[in-house]
């Protein structure tokens, strides 16, 4: 009697393309390739998993994957080589070019996509090792405008918000954010809520994208003037004595500044109309959207990151949750949409976006 066959037991891991990291289970298929399915019990996506995540498998198979290194000849060919053949080259080459021109003539750019212990042996080896400190991740090209938000705001890079938010929040206000197509799992949870709890979504971007098909407000504000959006939400919310100051006097600074700054730049619903390119009543609903609705989540993504202005975008949004008080709270709060799985671990061993233009 034979016994019956062993079967490898599933591994749990997270999909590496969007910010939303979903959890994976992965199962080897005995043909060099695997079979994937979502984790139930992970928190992002609870077993969901879009287009991409389920075809991860398909990325795996030998077939059409790189299985040895190469090395390029004088004449252009490419020649299989051995792996110590190709490190020692690597190494040589960093090696003269340290010798020649110092530490700081080389450097590592790593993806959004890595593992934290994979990014910390990467820093160890640029800074530790080689003594430079030319390491930079997706930190710098998506999250730089995100970074110096938050620590301008709340002296630390960290998002004050949970995926959990989503499911309880009673106005969720896109900004600068394809997420149907860019976080399909995630969104899907917001359109989740909106159909089961009626909650309602508001899109800001200039273009009309897939994610505004979901809306019940859709803003196509003009390029780079979301800073001008919310300093007239502010205006506004001040204006209608709607600011939380028992919040405000425990928690934060710099209102008067703030509001001296923000009446500068949109002192009116009008103002904020004119300049935006919107309709006054579309901005005015969206003001008393804002003003009425106590569990309110900003998500922002690239479209306020990669700007010239993203910083101060960042800060505009999270000055009008601080002000009210809708922060830190279930289905409140500020909430920074990455591109990348683990841009946060990127950060968090060094990959800080500092010196950056969009800073």
Known sequence: MNAPAQHP???????????????????????????????????ANFGRLCSKGSALGETLGLDTR???????????????????????KAADGFADTIAKHGPDSVAFYLSGQLLTEDYYVAN?????????????????????????????????????GAYADLDCADLIVLVGSNAAWCHPVLYQRMVANKRTRGAKIVVIDPRRTATAEDANLFLSVAPGMDT??????????ADTLALDYQYIDAHTVGLTEALVRTREIAPSAAATANATGLAEADVAQFFDLFRTTAKVVTCF??????????TDKV????????????????????????????????????????NSPHT
């Open 9 to 43: 037991p599933a591994v749990r891991t997270a999909c590496p393309y969007c910010g939303v990291g979903c959890g994976v289970l992965a199962k080897p298929d005995g043909r060099g390739g695997a079979v994937i399915a979502g984790d139930p019990a992970h928190p």
């Open 66 to 88: 790189l299985l040895y290194p190469t090395l390029r000849q004088s004449n252009g060919t490419l020649t299989q080589t051995s792996w110590d053949s190709a490190l020692g």
């Open 124 to 160: 160890k080896l640029m800074k530790g090792f080689i003594g430079s400190s030319n390491v930079d991740t997706n930190s710098r090209l998506c999250m730089s405008s995100t970074v110096a938000g938050h620590r301008r705001a709340f002296g630390a890079d960290i998002v004050p």
């Open 228 to 237: 001008v959006l919310f300093s007239g939400l502010l205006v506004h919310l």
């Open 301 to 310: 993504s690239q479209g306020v990151n990669q700007s010239a202005q993203g």
């Open 315 to 354: 800060t505009s949004i999270i000055n009008c949750h601080l002000a009210t008080g809708r922060i830190g709270k279930p289905g409140m709060g500020p909430f920074s949409l990455t591109g990348q799985p683990n841009a946060m671990g990127g950060r968090e061993v060094g990959g800080w976006p500092i």
